[in-house]
């Protein structure tokens, strides 16, 4: 019997764990990963309740960022800056070249719907 530890660690990790992290992984180009990737598709529609697209990415966060940026924006976007994670948002708009709007509220202050209309009103944004 293992003394159960509430700390981040070491911690004993039980052998049927072990055995599945020892398995190789799938290659995102192997054509089990193109079934298990069908499978996960169709059960999160059933989850989610919708007919509409699923789509996932072997990429990281940012870079479905950058994917959502390059693909949606050509010129002008308005992004927020209220935290680390629009502060990303923005980063990657700006690195691939897209001419930015502003909208920069103080940490724990909510970006509202007047603010965004007041910039929207000014034109020329895209997204």
């Given amino acids: 019997m293992y003394k159960k530890l509430f700390i981040p660690g070491p911690t004993h990790v039980v052998d049927e764990i072990l055995e599945a992290m020892a398995v190789p992984m799938i290659g995102h180009r192997d054509s089990l990963y193109s079934d298990l990737h069908g499978e996960v598709v169709t059960k999160l529609k059933k989850f989610l309740q919708t007919d509409g697209h699923i789509y996932l990415s072997t990429s990281s966060s940012s870079g479905m960022m950058e994917g ?24 990657i708009a700006q690195l691939n070249g897209k001419e930015t709007g502003v909208i920069k509220v103080e940490m724990g202050q909510a970006t509202t719907p007047e603010m ?12």
Avoid: H, P, Q
């Fill in 68 to 91: 959502a940026v390059r693909n949606l924006v050509n010129k002008k976007v308005l992004m927020t800056d209220c935290g680390a994670f629009s502060k990303r948002w923005l980063e």
């Fill in 116 to 127: 965004v209309d007041e910039y929207l009103s000014k034109g020329g944004f895209e997204a």
